[in-house]
């Protein structure tokens, strides 16, 4: 495997990144090795066999999302701007996630079936590619912007990756009866805010990204929508309230469920959150810190779409649309990550509440994602980009619900308001949490 | 089996129909008997083996539709107004389809399973509830309003089922490689109009039933919605427009396909439309009426969510949302159901294309059901009623896409501007085509 | 569907039966039309309803099976000896079984999604066919002797699917909670002789047919085994003696089973025999003639291999091989259906124990059919026969097991000592039982 | 982790191996060490990531092969014997295989979806088990007769997984497109005799273990069988015989397979062995050495049942009883592994033909299994042992054939001409191949 960075040309390229870039060599690349960095301090506490997993066929082996990340930047930068491939031919089958416009895909279900590459080759591989992408952004005083875009694209993109990492390793160490932990980690008890109805008159709203810095595609274009007026929770769910579901019978009367989800939670024999132990009249909760017991006051995390709509139904309420979560949260919060006081540091074990804004909203951000009532679609005129990084959102707008706000596993500097993240309505292993909301 | 329907009372119940209604005793009594007279001139070609069979899960015997919406008045009229049961205790179990608050039902996937009661028994099972029904409301100058609106839910959840039953035996007809024909119809060519896109300017606009008259509980409450400007179909798209996509590999290019479309594509080896089968250079096409060569001008028909997405990208269009439908559907057309020149007849075997509108929009209703762009979901402010009927609509709002208009299946009467039928994205087997929109 | 039997020829054609075979035209035709006419009385008491039902892959609807019988005469006898073809030719394809040098064959498990040809076309079906070979039998004072043995394998193998019509028939029926009833029956208690344990000295003994009469190639060729010396139980298992094995736990404890019976136990969640329903402390059985209280003792029927095994091994004994079977059952029985005093009719609702031969040894035939531990494989020098007629019984030898006997649905003069049964070990539809043996 | 193994007494228990033992102390002690040696020499070339591979539901990681076949002498040699247990409870459920009556047992199929703990910890629990089962060796001058026989079982059944660790880790690489090697191996071409049949008259022959030295409980008790007269083939089947059969289209013509055989054939695709790889007009063959093309004159490999079979019939022979080839191998062999020139080494690169007996018969051992027609299945007299290890074989005799000699992967002294090997007959991976028979 070598590389030689120094042939490269910085061509021109299509990009699903909008709005300004920084163009600078020298911050780009330092941008660039920050955020590579962090996935390498998410691998560091794990054993070469931890990174062979693949405990679901909606999940990915560490190896993998390592491997992965780093064909995004040689495929989408490197391949068209360097003389010389920097990898092994097969790794673009390996390690091409979904790109069929870029070629074959080793099946998603059988990542869990490789062992080689090796983690310690993997490593390599970033290496070599970390080596080629920083000297070609070095050589530059002003980065093509093309080029700059699509480095933006692939850094949001390896922070999508960071989190899936924490979640995916999460999901393989539960499979475990030894409940290996993660990392060290020791919290104080979590203190919930009263819950309070903040009231919106609604009306005409705009709502998505207006491209003035970088967004992802499903974000676009700005549009308006018009909203009656609502109302939505202050914070999320606890779990001492979500037990109180569960000591209802919640999960036992169909009456609170979907027909799908009640179809669901019969198939699966659900009766708790997916990392819920039973241990006498309580729970204990497998975080990635180890087994705890639950903290009654910290937010309930790691429920499905299904999950949360019943509850939300349970409680004479119903999942906010992510119209209604943008408009709310238009006010600056003191987690906002575009207020200069962001989240500086993963804290994947346990989330927290936050702190309010000015208006008494709390936990917008990096605590859990909160489900809305929004099927996945495309905003009007949407258009996704040409070539193969039209891939990266379109294909997927179908039977997934929206997801707004950060969680306490979202890499620092990668949530925004308008972002939208999304799973099917049975995902259970991310980091997902309730915020209700109500029709006046 | 004995019923005494002259010892009935009138109870009030909660209904999940909505609007006026009609009260009066005979007139309520004719419209009954005319409605459930249709399920019998359905049924009358088919003989009693036919009756059993269950294609795929998503279907049902027709032994199992006309038992069931009968026990639908059973149920929700006779059961608490009347002294002695209808039928034998074990129709609660047998045919109940999806109502947890009423009790067990017997598992979906296995109704194919059954061979008694036969069909004449269950002939006779419809006839004894008849007589019941009828003797009730003839019993009444006035019927109880709350009598009045459970009959109406019960007629026109007939009238779903008329038309499932069309598309059940059409689905397991098809399965038998000598082709049986329900119905002998000879048609001759059906004429296209050209394709021409109609503009409109969007803005806030209302959706949703007023209430006024009978509607689905999830066509309430009338609410505001702001559309950006959009461009819509005049008609529908044609089996020449659809024969050139496959033609163009459409079925083979990932680029075109929603990613789970795509999968399903592979998975279930589609090549074409459900009921083409391939001769030669062309198809013939399995109908109601047997198998026909394919009428290039028609309406292509039978097409899942997936496939008719697939079109649209594949025309540089998109499929409309719902609202952007019934805004287009507000100005009258000759097909209008609620105009008085409504459809009086059903005529199953092959759509055409209608009468165009003032506007010059045609195929609106009667001809084939519309995929929107629309996820299935609540507007705001809905509320599901209280008790069993409250299962109806509410909890099927996941993982389905609106369809708009009404089929050349509707049962007459059937069809409104504000009806939202819904399918997953991969049922076929429905009278379903593609009307294109597109962003200006 | 005309047929012109008049200008039939005899030719020759290979045969899968043996030994010496009727060829007296008269008879021949007589017995022909006497085992066709038991498949109808069979199937008088159904409804059109019922004939369609296919409860499983393994079972298959009763039109199937009247079509099926009828086809291997319109193949094997009529399609070569005969001028035009007697029926529609889509029927070559929807009738055939296996035979794959026949044809393609319409898959198994789709065979309860077809209604046509309905039951009164296949009665059709059946008569033309009928006419054709009872003319062609009439016209010929001495039949060709390879007609007269294509004739006799085609009668016995109208007589397995015989039993096949009320075991299957009686699969289907027990899905349905209304428990219909094929037959009205009643029937006395039943006596089970004291359980005595025959010895036998085991040598070398003959085994197989001499096919100086019809047998099945799968009984040929006659060859010698060596046995070591065992005992056999004089009667079969009684229910009683079977509700010990359930009520000592047997259906919970793995020490019992073979491996594979295990994972079938506890993913099928059997715990008890297929047909036994749980009431209060005690079991009804489903049977032929519906619901009756279980007669303690009665021979237990319808268990699987893995049951029968489990339960001998519970009893501290084993099951017998054949061999061992056949060697006891050389003696003459008074059921033996080749001493002249054999069943004739059948009794399929409630298999008894029969009347003891002179050696004390009862039920071996008219009861259930027998389990042996035997894997079924071919004999020492078998051959399978050329042609179609070829895959009638070889390729079915693997992965299953040899019942020996024949029960009370088994059409009269259809059993014999060295017929060989055989069914997959989980397979418990089938009126199957256990006679136990052990080494000595 | 500590043992104390200065604490254990040798307290007696049953066993399922018999015959003569050794029970002197050290001699034991250096076999145990020796024997365990031999799988650390297997996983030396793998990285820590290859050992959590489970590549289907049959195979097992090595990480588990390793830690199991410890867990075997903990529980049934020092868990009796000691005073504190050597490793953690968990690793009771962990690494159970399928001693229902020890305990419950991880799922099988989950085995690869566990990282904890690593094979270094792994490797430290082997080394914790093998100083407490050497201690209690040596402390002993002669070893109790009954731990030594549990000790011979312990270290044949580790001989077992040895087998299993070199066939599973093939069966993982093949999966992965790099197609790595687990050795370095470089073999001249392999050269086959001549094909000549070998005559047996048959008559009363013995078979199975006397018992006077160290056997499996399936191979007793000897005992007697008829044999008819027959001819089996003095090697096995080459590679190009077997391309013979793949290019007279053998994989596409039903008439060659089994039922079950040619519908798995359908299912999965078969056309050709497992583990050839078509290369223009011939193959390659992945190899534990890597990709090489196939040796025309080399034994073929990793064949089902089900193709063995088909080939046999194809030929027009068929495959041998397992009594036939026991009473064949009855004379010495020069790779005899009683004779004093057994085999020395693992060779599981290239089988080859072997040496030649003095009557011709050569590949008998160290080359591949070789299927047998026979059913696995109890002797006469048959009785497993009481307690545990009564689980160790009699309950998978069902739905398997046996498979005589031994292969190339087989390790050194563990075979014997009167051992069983089983599996199913769509067993693929194992070191298998074709010796012929055919009656006279």
Redesign the interface.
């Known amino acids: 495997m070598s590389s030689t960075p120094d042939t490269c040309e910085s061509a021109a390229g299509s990009s699903a990144s909008h709005g300004d870039v920084v163009t600078d060599g020298q911050a780009l690349a330092k941008r660039y090795a920050d955020v590579r960095a962090l996935s390498d301090s998410i691998v560091a506490p794990l054993?070469?066999?931890?990174?062979?997993?693949q405990?679901m066929p909606d999940a990915s082996p560490i190896?993998w999302h390592l491997a992965h990340t780093t064909w995004f930047f040689e495929t989408f930068v490197l391949a068209d701007r360097c003389d010389a491939p920097v990898a092994?031919e097969?790794f673009r089958?390996?390690f091409n996630s979904?790109y069929?416009?870029v070629g074959d895909q080793?099946p998603r279900h059988?990542r869990?079936?490789?062992?080689?590459?090796?983690?310690r080759e993997v490593m390599g591989y970033r290496r070599d590619v970390d080596d080629a992408v920083v000297t070609l952004l070095r050589n530059a005083d002003v980065v093509d912007e093309s080029l700059a875009r699509v480095i933006e694209l692939g850094l949001n993109h390896e922070q999508q990756h960071q989190e899936l990492m924490l979640t995916d390793i999460k999901h393989?160490f539960a499979?475990?009866?030894?409940y290996?932990a993660h990392v060290d980690a020791e919290c104080g008890p979590c203190d919930a805010p009263e819950l309070q109805w903040i009231s919106s008159d609604g009306g005409?709203v705009n709502m998505g990204c207006t491209g003035d810095r970088f967004c992802f595609d499903n974000e676009l274009p700005q549009?308006?929508?018009?909203?009656?007026p609502?109302q939505i929770a202050n914070r999320l769910v606890t779990n001492a309230e979500y037990q109180q579901f569960i000591e209802d019978g919640g999960y036992q009367d169909?009456?609170h469920?979907?027909?799908?989800?009640?179809a669901t939670v019969q198939q699966q024999g659900w009766t708790n959150p997916i990392y819920w132990i039973r241990q006498g009249e309580g729970f204990d909760e497998f975080t990635l810190g180890g087994c705890h017991p639950i903290d009654p006051d910290a937010p309930v995390a790691h429920l499905s779409?299904?999950e949360a709509d019943a509850f939300a139904r349970w409680s004479r309420a119903?999942l906010p649309?992510e119209a209604e979560w943008e408009t709310v949260a238009r006010e600056p919060s003191p987690d906002d990550p575009t207020s200069g006081e962001c989240i500086d540091a993963l804290r994947p074990v346990h989330p927290t509440h936050g702190t309010p804004s000015a208006s008494g909203v709390s936990g917008l951000y990096g605590t859990l994602w909160q489900w809305t009532?929004?099927?996945y679609?495309?905003y009007?005129?949407y258009t996704p980009p040409e070539g193969a990084l039209?891939?990266y959102n379109g294909?997927?707008?179908?039977?997934q619900y929206v997801l707004r706000g950060s969680s306490c596993a979202t890499s620092p500097g990668h949530a925004r308001r308008t972002y939208r993240n999304f799973f099917g309505?049975d995902a259970r292993w991310q980091f997902t949490g309730i915020r209700l909301a109500r029709?006046v």
Chains 1, 2, 3, 4 share one sequence.
Not at 47 to 53: G, S, Y
Not at 223 to 228: C, I, K, T
Not at 395 to 399: A, P, T, V
């Open positions: 054993q070469p066999e931890d990174c062979v997993l405990s190896r092994d097969s089958y390996l979904y069929n416009t080793f059988q869990g079936l490789l062992s080689r590459p090796t983690v393989a499979q475990n009866p030894l290996p005409v549009h308006r929508v018009f909203l009656e609502f169909p009456r469920w979907l027909s799908a989800g009640w779409y299904f119903r649309t009532s929004s099927s679609g495309p009007p005129g039209g891939e294909k997927f707008m179908c039977n309505p029709s």
